[in-house]
């Protein structure tokens, strides 16, 4: 969704990239900009005024999209696995790609070029995140580990190692990074710092999704035991109970 909320991306394994009218449920264009190869994952944002969307595929690259024109602006190209997740800096001018190859690549939206790689993980990206800052990158992998990174200098400032599996996913706020295991724990850190500030087994499955409040104090998690669990961070820090457990679902959220 466009911060707005008015207009949609989806990524599909069809190979097809849409956009959506969310208040009319129209489909406003659909087009197979990774060659016919799965799309899989996508993020909008309107930098400078444009409505600018973003998609990462299994051809190992990721477009930028106009969106209201509806036709791909640049295809960044350079990764050697699957673009497994893609994001936009807050000011949307830069890109940042994560990919099956192990790296993160950070670009110019606008003209298509990379600016950095961001190398170091021994495994599969699957997460990649800026900060509100936009010169922050945070990025999880299947190593067990996440970083996060300097875009100035492209060095790893910090580097999280909580146990308990492979990342499936992560989430940067105000900072704090949230990451979710597979083996069903949940960790936050200092993103100033690096500190651990909370860890929990949470899920019975593995925590396969999170989210964090726009201030960095609350935080979402969902497993594969069906359910979805919210973290007050703030109590954390000071160790109070654990969190809230949201009604169980049928299947993993």
Do not use: K, M, Q
């Not at 922050?136 to 100035?152: E, Q």
């Amino acid at each position: 969704l466009d911060a707005a909320g008015r207009t949609a991306l989806t990524a599909g394994a069809d190979g097809r990239v849409r956009a959506y009218d969310v208040e009319a449920g129209r489909c406003l264009w659909s087009a197979a900009g990774h060659g016919g190869a799965g799309v899989r994952c996508a993020v909008l944002g309107a930098p400078d005024g444009r409505l600018l969307g973003l998609t990462g595929g299994e051809d190992f690259n990721a477009v930028a999209w106009d969106v209201r024109a509806g036709r791909a602006a640049a295809v960044l190209a350079g990764h050697s696995g699957w673009v497994v997740d893609v994001a936009l800096a807050p000011a949307g001018r830069r890109a940042a790609t994560a990919s099956a190859d192990g790296t993160a690549r950070i670009w110019c939206s606008r003209t298509g070029s990379c600016e950095r790689v961001l190398a170091g993980h021994g495994g599969r990206l699957s997460r990649v995140a800026f900060g509100a800052d936009g010169a922050t990158v945070l990025t999880a992998s299947d190593d067990g580990t996440a970083a996060l990174w300097c875009l100035h200098s492209g060095a790893r400032t910090h580097a999280f190692a909580p146990g308990g599996g492979w990342i499936a996913d992560a989430a940067l706020g105000a900072g704090v990074a949230l990451l979710a295991l597979s083996s069903g724990g949940v960790a936050a850190f200092d993103a100033a710092t690096g500190a651990p500030l909370a860890a929990s087994p949470g899920h019975a499955g593995a925590a396969l999704c999170a989210a964090l409040t726009a201030r960095g104090r609350f935080g979402v998690t969902g497993g594969a035991d069906g359910t979805a669990r919210v973290w007050d961070l703030s109590a954390a820090r000071c160790g109070h109970p654990p969190p809230a457990r949201a009604p169980r679902h049928a299947g993993r959220v």
